[in-house]
């Protein structure tokens, strides 16, 4: 079986190490895996490949790859990948589906915490060696979770992880399509930055009618560094990191080295994308 494994982008922390693919070649030594780290490679190992580990595949290239059977992305998101025409030619398409949802829950309350507590506001006191005790007064009075309901848009492993941290909390847990946000929320966008009208967003925070905001997703990235993002009160930007974190790829690759098994057994792979849904 030849295994193209093609994972560069231009984000580090998401290209697979020469490390991970060798303990690929390890574990399964009857398998051809070849390693595409530059656009050459890559065009080069798709004709003779059988099995895709990547992260973006486009119709021109399933024209030159008549061997393809299955396409394992080593992300959560499909958008990258010409689903329609993998889905005509009958091509099993699976995902690295639940990995995320730790990672991102935590950061989700680290940032919440950190707007709760005011944290932002007291760093820039730091920074100035202010003692700044009597401005925590007013609207800069920091509050609890426990109490206080968090609405998810969209549940599923991660949102099911944040659920749980946030009962852990003491928060009560709603799951919502829409959500109209009263005065004094906090929004938290992890998910999709087309869920959050930003303009919206820059002018609620600007208001005061939002208490805070934590963005790690953005219309586009890298954030240019003259948008009003950047200059709104009560805001947290990390940029696009929130699924950062030591042992990714251990988690991920394993993921990927269970579904082999599977798929050289003739069994059914975890994470598969249905044509139905669209992931």
């Known amino acids: 079986m030849n295994v193209l494994v093609s994972i560069q982008q231009p984000v580090r922390a998401w290209q697979i190490p020469q490390g991970a693919v060798a303990s690929l070649r390890e574990r399964f030594p009857h398998v051809t895996f070849v390693h595409a780290v ?20 486009s119709a021109a290239e399933l024209a030159r790859a008549p061997r393809l059977r299955w396409v394992h992305t080593s992300a959560v998101a499909v958008e990258t990948l010409c689903l329609p025409e993998l889905f005509a030619r009958g091509v099993l398409v699976s995902n690295t589906r639940g990995v995320q949802a730790t990672p991102i829950a935590e950061h989700v309350f680290a940032t919440v915490l950190a707007l709760a507590k ?26 609890l979770l426990r109490g206080r309901t968090l ?24 799951a919502t399509r829409r959500a109209r946000m009263k005065r004094g929320s906090v929004l938290v966008n ?4 087309r869920i959050v009208q930003t303009a919206a967003l820059v002018d609620a925070l600007h208001a005061g ?8 997703v953005y219309p586009q990235e890298p954030l240019p ?5 950047w200059t709104c009160p009560n805001i947290i930007l990390t940029p696009h990191t ?8 251990e988690e991920v690759v394993e993921l990927f080295a269970d579904n082999l098994m599977r798929f050289e057994k003739g069994e059914e792979v975890q994470y598969r994308v249905r044509e139905e849904l669209g992931y």
């Not at 944290?119 to 009075?141: K, M, T, V």
């Not at 929130?242 to 790829?249: E, K, L, P, T």
């Open 38 to 57: 530059d656009a050459e490679q890559r065009a080069d190992g798709l004709p003779a490949c059988e099995v895709a580990y990547t992260w973006i595949l």
């Open 118 to 143: 005011q944290l932002p506001f007291a760093l820039e006191q730091q920074r100035h060696a202010r003692w700044a005790q009597n401005e925590f007064a007013g609207d800069r009075l920091p509050w």
């Open 151 to 174: 609405g998810l848009i969209g549940v599923g492993t991660i949102g099911g992880e944040i659920a749980r941290l946030a009962r852990a909390f003491g928060m009560t847990v709603i």
């Open 190 to 193: 992890v998910g999709r930055a």
């Open 209 to 216: 009618h939002l208490a805070g905001a934590s963005l790690d």
């Open 225 to 229: 560094s003259d948008h009003p993002l």
């Open 242 to 249: 929130s699924g950062f974190r030591h042992g990714h790829w």
